[in-house]
Nanobody, 113 residues
Framework: QVQLVESGGGLVQPGGSLRLSCAAS????????MGWYRQAPGKQRELVAI???????NYIDSVKGRFTVSRDNAKNTVYLQMNSLNPEDTAVYYC???????WGQGTQVTVSS
């Protein structure tokens, strides 16, 4: 089964940027879609952004205009460019596929001054 490894998180000040990467151990081309999720302390995991195999993209309202999802099928990697970060974006960020596979370890994003 394809395994996913997220990276790129860290501590950033409000208004800052981060670029997350999700590297797959195998091809992501066959999946219907790849998505970025996040889970904040005490909250349920939520889908933040999704990109289909055909290139269609959707975001939750709270990140529209600030986050950009992209994929590189040749590198089996999905990216999440996050700009204008605010403390409400603090969470562990995960990626997953559709259909779903085992979750990776995620990458912590902390937005704080």
């Amino acid at each position: 089964q394809v395994q996913l490894v997220e990276s790129g998180g860290g501590l950033v000040q409000p208004g800052g940027s981060l670029r997350l990467s999700c590297a797959a151990s195998g091809s992501i081309f066959s999946f219907n879609a790849m998505g970025w999720y996040r889970q904040a302390p005490g909250k349920q995991r939520e889908l933040v952004a999704i990109i289909t195999s055909g290139g269609s993209i959707n975001y939750i309202d709270s990140v529209k205009g600030r986050f950009t999802v992209s994929r590189d099928n040749a590198k089996n990697t999905v990216y999440l460019q996050m700009n204008s970060l605010n403390p409400e974006d603090t969470a562990v960020y995960y990626c997953n596929a559709d259909p779903g596979i085992d979750w990776g370890q995620g990458t912590q994003v902390t937005v704080s001054s």
